[in-house]
């Protein structure tokens, strides 16, 4: 069965504090790893696009890596802007859906 | 203008109404879906249409049916709704397989 597991739940960092956010995954198949930032109020945004292990892409303050089983999303000298809960999802080569984790809530602070 | 629209975006309703919840897209993609998201239990997936002419079931689709007006339309709707059914809905759209999904800000559905 796909599976997606996040950690932490929640993180609390201080502005210019790094830090990641794990994704570990269990599917058969992968064919995609996304990752998408949710605000309150509002639908998920997606980030990036993860495809073979040894991948990495960068935006802004934001890098994703991907293993074969996991992914992080590492967040350098994260601002107040940056506070949302992050999602993960995987697709498999069986499967049509995405299968999301619960998702990292980070909060920053000034 | 939001490429992904959804229609209402909060509704408050009694148990037992029948409630359509709508939503058009401007991605010009062919794949639309539904979601459901509920606190601790992340998103799941209702139904899903790869074309007019195609619906499939998701991993909770009791309770819910669905309607394909078009390429751009996609609805939703509880026949006879019930207050576990009282949650975010999404509604999302993707080009193909391994392409990422697009979602719509949301309808917030109550049900007393």
């Known amino acids: 069965e796909d599976q997606v597991t996040q950690s932490p739940e929640a993180l609390r960092l201080q502005e210019g504090e790094s830090s990641s956010l794990n994704c570990s995954y269990t599917?058969?198949?992968?064919?995609?790893l996304f990752w998408y930032r949710q605000d309150p109020g509002k639908g998920p945004e997606f980030l990036f696009t993860?495809?073979?292990a040894g991948e990495e892409k960068e935006k802004e303050r934001l890098k994703a890596t991907l293993t074969k089983k996991e992914s992080f999303l590492h967040i350098t000298a994260p601002k107040p802007e940056d506070s949302a809960t992050y999602l993960c999802a995987v697709q498999g080569e069986a499967g049509t859906a995405l299968i999301f984790g619960k998702g990292t809530t980070l909060s920053v602070s000034s | 203008d939001a490429d992904v629209t959804q229609t209402p975006r909060n509704r408050i309703t009694k148990t037992g109404k029948r409630i359509m919840l709508e939503c058009s897209q401007t991605?010009?993609?062919?794949?639309m879906y539904w979601y459901r998201q509920d606190p601790g239990l992340g998103l799941r997936l209702i139904y899903y249409s790869f074309d007019v002419k195609d619906i499939n079931k998701g991993e909770i689709s009791d309770g819910y049916s669905v309607s394909r007006q078009a390429q751009a339309k996609f609805s939703l709707s509880l026949e006879s709704a019930i207050p576990n059914q009282t949650a975010l809905y999404f509604c999302?759209?993707?080009?193909?397989?391994?392409?990422?999904?697009?979602f719509g800000d949301g309808t917030r559905l109550s049900i007393l």
């Open positions: 991605k010009g993609h062919d794949r």
């Open positions: 999302a759209t993707s080009d193909y397989l391994g392409q990422p999904q697009h």
């Open positions: 599917v058969s198949g992968l064919r995609g």
């Open positions: 993860l495809y073979s």
